[in-house]
């Protein structure tokens, strides 16, 4: 049993302790935004922030998570896809198949709550998720564009 | 414009919630649809609010227009052009169009009547390109039709734009949706009679519009199969036997009986068993708890070594079979005044989609339906039907959004045979979902098939290509995967990319003594299509040892490779928009090295420079130009997106792309040692689209076998050793 706050709201979970995060948010909270790709941390499709960090949830035990630790996955990045990154991400076209992409709006995102205006090294250094179809060059001017939006 | 795009937004989203219906078979997941049709109703069109114009288009009495789609959406923007082509000759408001995929069995039920779902081979648009636009501009025709009826006067005086029928001299107008459904009880006319427009004239088409996919796929609602969920859905782990051929000899069922969630475990077939519980981490971790005891077979005696030497002999050997043979290869290379020589090779290479392999199956004793991301729906269908023992007419395959598909979801549907094995097993009406971990995704694949070549070239004394001889060993996928598509022997398609023939993958160059040949040397590693499959090899074999040519005759790589393109008018084409856009000749800053390449296949014509330097012995890319003849350019901006993506993709196989194989198993099981390009090892990406209009190419493939060649190319002249064995990561460039 864990108490998880995710995009605002308490849910109670049954679950073993050691169930990674990204099980728990798909198996058990029905949010399927957030998605397995390699279980090793090694790809970022499951990135979620918690406390505004963008995290790795599929090496994330569920039992690591306090019931204080806010959880915000893409379906609760913003209301109405409002954010300035998934507004930069419909303005450049950025994804393909798109199944990375949750996780790649939650590195982005985390990285300009950051700092408002990533240079391209401290976007080289941030975005470290994979993308199979290869959408790095969109994902790169999308971060830009964001920026300026935001400002 | 800012208005337009929100426009396209909520259109958008319109557009997942129908597409969502027709996956999921009508039933909500998690979410409330606006109607609650079934999967049948939504694919059959004579939708309640709608008219099926054709069984392309259904229109709305608020003109809004869904346009079915029978190809499959992995990424590579197929729909998205499609649905331009449609729209294009239906001379309809894009903004009101939305897209709907049918599914296998209502394609089987129709008597295929939307043709070939086969999503491979760059084959989406240009195979469906011309009766998907006459079905548009059918459509119109009828429309037009209904609304001269209404008014009674010549069809010839009406005029239309945008969905909107006009009558100018009586002064009348009126709207697609408003006549769609007198239209659709018209006769349709016979297609090939439909005159449809010039290329040149397109005003939907041909212009880089906005995906209709995008908007679900930035707020987590895109559904992936991977996401399916049906009421008392379990949820199935698998593992098969890490020896490929190998069976499965035991396991101890009773050592993982108490672990939570678990229902059953499941021999899926002689070597493969399964874990089936409430949750698939569940299922995961009761697997990875379950002793198993393989019979690994003769397979484990295989190694990258053993099939390294296999291939090697195939450089040699006498049962090599020739496509071109011009000349007298032998003998113009014996008495050459300069021999060059050099043996390359490449790895097997998995595809990694970034979903790994999944399907639901539901079974009861006269139904049987898969939700799966297929390149191919109908396989899917068949690969139901075959194992769940039902005729095909009681099966049914809803494609879904496929997380990426590179070939591996193509022809071969083992998951769904899996995931229906599994469902047998399970009270009927269960579903099951079956989704493969990384590991077992990485090590079960239909791996890009590993080769060898011996290239051989005769300069005359003024440094003139004189002969050319390839010779080519590695593996066949036809071999492995559709053995009757090799003819008296010959597996061509091995030689992708080196073919006689024009028109698909033709070699670009005339040389006066030319042999290609293949031997082939097969493995028990399982092989198949993974983007650009053959080209890719072929254009590193073909390029680099061009450039080593070049390079022995003392002359430019671009003049060198012109004086062999007299003939081939697009191949050079295109070769030189790279070399210009490219800035071929300039200067560069210092320590920045140039290459180039070019290729064919896919119908399409393909050129890449590189701008590479070196730092510490690391290869750095910094700026790739690309150019493509595709024939013609249905959404450039989506063009765009493929040629980056196959930078991406080429990059990843050049700088790391690598399995070995150890007792006869695969050795790299996940990211952390098959490594993928990220982000900051991204090059600026420069497209070059020369649209010639007199063919259809494709696009989601062709410009990567020009990625690796052009890279490595540059490598070259960077260090003055030309590089043959990929991955880069293996080399020492210092």
Request: aromatic residues 6%; hydrophobic residues 40%; glycine residues 8%.
């Amino acid at each position: 049993m864990a108490t998880l706050n995710i995009n605002g709201r308490n849910h109670d979970v049954q679950v073993e302790a050691q169930t990674p995060l990204l099980w728990v948010l798909r198996e058990q909270v029905g949010l399927t935004g957030t998605k397995y790709g390699c279980g090793v941390a090694q790809c970022g499709a499951c990135s979620v922030h918690i406390n505004g960090e963008a995290r790795r949830s599929c090496i994330t035990p569920v039992g690591s998570v306090k019931p204080a630790d806010r959880i915000v996955t893409i379906e609760g990045l913003s209301p109405t896809s409002s954010h300035p990154i998934q507004k930069a991400w419909l303005e450049h076209d950025v994804p393909q198949c798109g199944y990375c992409q949750s996780g790649q709006i939650m590195a982005a995102s985390a990285l300009l709550a950051k700092n408002g205006n990533p240079s391209d090294k401290d976007i080289d250094a941030a975005m470290t998720n994979i993308c199979r179809c290869g959408t790095y060059q969109r994902i790169r001017a999308a971060i830009h564009t964001a920026v300026r939006t935001k400002a | 414009m800012k208005t337009k795009t929100h426009h396209n937004t909520n259109l958008s989203r319109r557009k997942f919630i129908i597409s969502s219906a027709a996956a999921t078979g009508g039933l909500a997941v998690g979410m409330k649809l606006p109607f609650a049709k079934s999967a049948h109703a939504q694919a059959t069109g004579a939708a309640a609010s709608g008219a099926e114009i054709n069984h392309w288009i259904v229109i709305k009495p608020d003109d809004s227009v869904v346009i079915r789609i029978a190809r499959a959406e992995m990424g590579q923007g197929t729909h998205t052009g499609l649905a331009q082509l449609v729209a294009e000759e239906l001379e309809c408001d894009w903004s009101k169009v939305t897209v709907e995929p049918i599914t296998a069995g209502q394609n089987l039920a129709r008597k295929r009547v939307w043709g070939d779902m086969s999503t491979g081979g760059s084959r989406g648009i240009r195979t469906s390109q011309d009766y998907v636009r006459q079905s548009g501009a059918a459509a119109r025709g009828m429309l037009m039709q209904a609304a001269a009826n209404e008014w009674k006067v010549p069809v010839g005086e009406l005029t239309v734009s945008n969905g909107v029928i006009t009558h100018a001299a009586s002064n009348h107008s009126t709207s697609y949706g408003k006549v769609a459904a007198a239209a659709s009880k018209l006769p349709a006319p016979d297609l090939k009679s439909v005159k449809l427009k010039d290329p040149r004239q397109w005003k939907i088409a041909g212009k880089p519009m906005k995906r209709v996919d995008t908007v679900p796929k930035l707020d987590g609602s895109q559904m992936y199969a991977i996401d399916v969920k049906l009421p008392g859905m379990l949820n199935a782990a698998i593992k098969q036997c890490p020896v490929f051929g190998g069976k499965l000899a035991s396991y101890d069922e009773a050592k993982i009986a108490g672990m939570p969630g678990v229902r059953k475990v499941v021999k899926v077939d002689d070597s493969t068993v399964a874990v089936v519980a409430d949750t698939w981490w569940r299922a995961k971790t009761a697997l990875d708890a379950l002793p198993i005891k393989w019979d690994e077979g003769d397979g484990a005696k295989a190694s990258t070594a053993t099939i390294a030497a296999h291939l090697k002999e195939g450089l040699t050997a006498n049962d090599a079979f020739a496509d071109i043979d011009n000349g007298d290869v032998l003998k113009a290379y014996a008495g050459a005044a300069k021999k060059v020589e050099a043996v390359y090779s490449t790895p097997f290479l998995a595809h990694a989609t970034m979903e790994p392999m999944t399907a639901t199956v539901r079974l009861t004793a006269d139904r049987a339906e898969v939700w799966v991301p297929t390149q191919n729906a109908e396989a899917s269908l068949a690969t139901l039907s075959t194992a769940s023992g039902l005729p095909l007419d009681k099966c049914e395959a809803y494609p879904q959004m496929l997380g990426g598909g590179f070939g591996r979801r193509g022809g071969t549907q083992d998951y769904v045979r899996q995931a229906t094995l599994i469902a047998k097993q399970l009270p009927a009406g269960t579903p099951v979902k079956l989704i493969w971990s990384r590991e077992e995704d990485m090590t079960h694949d239909f791996y890009r098939p590993i080769s060898q070549a011996l290239m051989q070239a005769g300069l005359d004394a003024s440094g003139n290509l004189e002969s050319l001889r390839i010779r080519v060993s590695g593996q066949s996928i036809n071999a492995h995967l559709s053995p009757t598509a090799i003819k008296d022997g010959k597996d061509l398609r091995q030689l992708q990319g080196l073919w006689k023939e024009p028109g698909d993958a033709q070699i670009g160059y005339t040389v006066p003594n030319l042999r290609t040949e293949y031997a082939m040397r097969n493995t028990h590693v399982p092989v198949g299509p993974w983007r650009g499959v053959n080209t890719n090899q072929n254009g590193v074999y073909l390029e680099c040892f061009m450039e080593e040519c070049a390079r022995a005759a003392g002359k430019d790589s671009l003049e060198f490779r012109r004086a062999l393109m007299k003939n081939h008018p697009k191949h050079l084409a295109v070769l030189n928009a790279a070399a210009d856009k490219g800035n071929w000749g300039k200067p560069l800053p210092p320590g920045v090295h140039r290459g180039i390449a070019q290729f064919m296949g896919y119908g399409s014509y393909s050129a890449a420079t590189a701008e590479v330097s070196m730092v510490d012995g690391k290869v750095k890319v910094h700026r790739m130009v690309l150019a493509l003849n595709c024939g013609h350019a249905v959404n450039p901006d989506q063009i765009a997106a493929q040629v980056e993506g196959s930078v991406a993709y080429g990059l990843s196989a050049t700088f790391y792309g690598e399995l070995n194989v150890e007792k006869g198993r695969i050795v790299e099981n996940n990211f952390h040692n098959y490594r993928i390009l990220q982000l900051a090892d991204m090059p600026k990406v420069e497209t070059v689209i020369v649209p010639t209009y007199d063919f259809w190419g494709g696009v989601g493939e062709p410009t990567i076998c020009v990625v690796a060649p052009a890279v490595l190319n540059a490598i070259y002249a960077a260090t003055g050793k030309p590089v043959r064995n990929l991955p880069l990561k293996n080399l020492k460039l210092v």
